[in-house]
Structure formats: structure tokens, C-alpha cells
């Protein structure tokens, strides 16, 4: 038979209140009633219940993860796996367990994120972004529960985000291939319904008009983020009438997808094109040529976010955001050497 705390507080000759205090070590007990309750516990080895500790401290010690957006970054993304990875480590370290939500479009369709966190007892929510957010996250945003985003700009009372400097990104980049090749640059951007990808294409044109260099409509495409798209977008700009000198693309995958493109023309890297990607996952240090990029501190993001949202669960903060600097890695897909 499984004890409950009903069957604890009777044995014991106190109210089951009483049990839940010394269960969650609150202050009010007298000494004795103390030692003779956790006796009982210790000889019965009773456990109490996830529902009855979350009932007696109106916290559950869980977190949503929210793999937002109609087209999500899912479990595969290597930038995103990684950011998680730091974030779980730390959210774990500070005493929470995650629940993870599903993305199927077949449950996202009618999803209520509120009520399914309010159904668990959600202490707060992590939400990544993806594309075409649904309205059910800005419902959750705006609600009494904390959430952290990231890379999703959220406006709520009990919310924040943290975000790398996206304009930042593109500067560097074009500051970085600028001068070697004369300001002929293309540029592969995500979907058009990315934020992420607009302020990447943003802070490229800014870059280019500050240096007084006309914008090729042709050299601008649109790709996913992922492998495949960076391919096909590249293999569009190789049709233009005149070649690019160096390519940046908003991700890493699109640009190690732009490399294969560019190698099956018989092209060099970076002799004839070089090549810049975003973001620094682990694929850029193993590709040939290996591949320049601006790196996001993918554990600098999970760090902030994990203490953003247990300061906003225990109430130590305010919901200001955290933008954080990225960094130029040279390596041998845009060296002036090879």
C-alpha cells in the first residue's frame, strides 16, 4: 500500500499540514513534533508525492522547454543543441528538471502553452525561437510565468531574452572579407520570416553601404539555415552574370552547403571564393577548407539564460535583456594564403 501524507500526519497525531512543513523544512514546528514526524517518515521510508510537494510550496521545480515557431530549429540544429545543453546543465545545477513540449505541427496546431504549463505547475519556460511564431507564445509571454526566449524578443512583464548581437555579426564578417574582395560579397540569408536572418541581412547592407558598395539583388538569397538551402542558394549566385569574390551566409550549414556548390564548379576556396559563415558550430572545424566564421558563445547564451530565468522565478530580477557579443573566427576558408 502506498502512504500518503494523510496516512503520515495520523500516525504521527498532527495535521497534515504540520507533515508538509517538516517535509519542506518550514520554520513553525517545535522540535519534538519535528523529530517524531521524521521518525515516522524514516520507519515507513514514506516519499511524498511530486503533486503533494508541489502542492505545500506552490512550486513544482520544473521548466518548459518550447521549441517555438509553425517551422522550429527542432533537436538537431547543432547551434541550438548546444545552447540547450548549457542551459539544462545549469537549470538542473540550480535545483529544476525540464519538461519538454512537443513540436509536432499535428499537436502545435491547437496547442495552449499557458494551460499546459499551468496543468504542470510550471515554475517557468525556456522558449527558442523559431519562424512564424504562434500566437499561443505571445499568450504565454504576456501571462504571470516567467519565460526566457532566445533568439525571440519577448515583451512581458514576467519575461525576457537573451540574444547574440545580430547586426554585429554581419559587420564583422564584411569587415573581415571587405578589402580582398573589393566589396564583391553575396550574402545568404535565412527565411524572410526570421528575425534572426533580417537583422544578419541588416547588418550586412549596413556594413556595405558604409563602405560605399552597391547592393547586388542577385547576390542576396534566401535559404533555411540548414545545409541543403546554402547549396541551392549558392547555386543560384554561381548563374549570375558576374561571380561573387566571397560569400556570407547567416549560418554555418548553409555556408558549408555554399562550399559544396562552389567546389562542384571547379572553384577554389578560398582562392576564388572565400567564404564566411555564422554561428561557429562544431562542423566548421572539420570541413575542407575549414570554415571562417563569427562564433556565438553558444555557452555564454545557455549560462545567461538558465540564472536570466531562475532570477525571475525567484523574483531577484527584472525582465531586462541580455545581448551578447559575438567574435570573428579566421580559418582557412577566407586565409588571403590559400
Excluded at 558550430?281 to 545567461?304: F, H, M, N, W
Aim: net charge positive; glycine share 6%.
Amino acid at each position: 500500500m502506498t502512504l500518503t501524507i494523510r496516512d503520515i500526519a495520523q500516525m504521527a497525531g498532527v495535521s497534515k499540514a504540520t507533515v508538509s512543513k517538516v517535509i519542506n523544512h518550514y520554520e513553525g514546528v517545535n522540535e519534538q513534533t519535528k523529530r517524531k514526524v521524521m521518525h515516522i517518515i524514516e520507519k515507513t521510508g514514506y516519499q511524498p508525492t511530486f503533486s503533494a510537494k508541489s502542492l505545500a510550496t506552490n512550486k513544482s521545480g520544473l521548466i518548459g522547454l518550447i521549441y517555438a515557431g509553425e517551422t522550429n530549429v527542432k533537436f538537431n540544429h547543432p547551434f541550438f543543441s548546444e545552447v540547450i545543453s548549457t542551459f539544462q546543465k545549469n537549470i538542473v545545477g540550480l535545483g529544476y528538471d525540464i519538461i519538454i513540449f512537443s513540436n509536432e505541427p499535428s499537436v502545435r496546431k491547437n496547442v495552449d502553452y499557458l494551460a499546459r504549463c499551468r496543468h504542470f505547475r510550471l515554475d517557468g519556460c525556456l522558449i527558442v525561437a523559431g519562424e512564424e511564431i504562434e500566437q499561443a507564445v505571445m499568450e504565454l509571454d504576456q501571462s504571470k510565468i516567467p519565460c526566457v526566449g532566445i533568439d525571440i524578443k519577448l515583451t512581458g512583464k514576467n519575461s525576457a531574452f537573451v540574444m547574440t548581437d545580430n547586426l554585429m555579426v554581419s559587420q564583422l564578417a564584411v569587415e573581415h572579407v571587405y578589402e580582398e574582395a573589393c566589396g564583391e560579397i553575396a550574402f545568404i540569408a535565412g527565411k524572410k520570416t526570421s528575425e534572426i536572418s533580417n537583422l544578419r541581412l541588416e547588418g550586412f547592407l549596413r556594413a556595405m553601404k558604409q563602405r560605399k558598395q552597391p547592393i547586388r539583388p542577385e547576390w542576396i538569397a534566401h535559404g533555411d539555415f540548414f545545409e541543403k538551402s546554402g547549396y541551392e542558394s549558392m547555386k543560384r549566385i554561381l548563374q549570375s552574370r558576374e561571380i561573387p569574390k566571397a560569400v556570407i551566409a547567416a549560418s554555418d550549414m548553409m555556408a558549408l552547403g555554399a562550399m559544396r556548390a562552389i567546389k562542384e564548379t571547379g572553384r577554389r576556396i578560398p582562392r576564388d571564393i572565400k567564404v564566411v559563415g555564422c554561428d561557429d558550430v562544431e562542423a566548421c572545424r572539420y570541413s575542407e577548407p575549414t570554415l571562417s566564421t563569427v562564433k556565438q558563445d553558444k555557452q555564454e547564451l545557455g549560462r545567461i539564460a538558465a540564472k536570466k530565468l531562475n532570477d525571475l522565478i525567484t523574483k531577484e530580477t527584472c525582465s531586462e535583456p541580455s545581448i551578447v557579443k559575438p567574435e570573428l573566427v579566421i580559418r582557412h576558408s577566407s586565409m588571403n594564403s590559400m
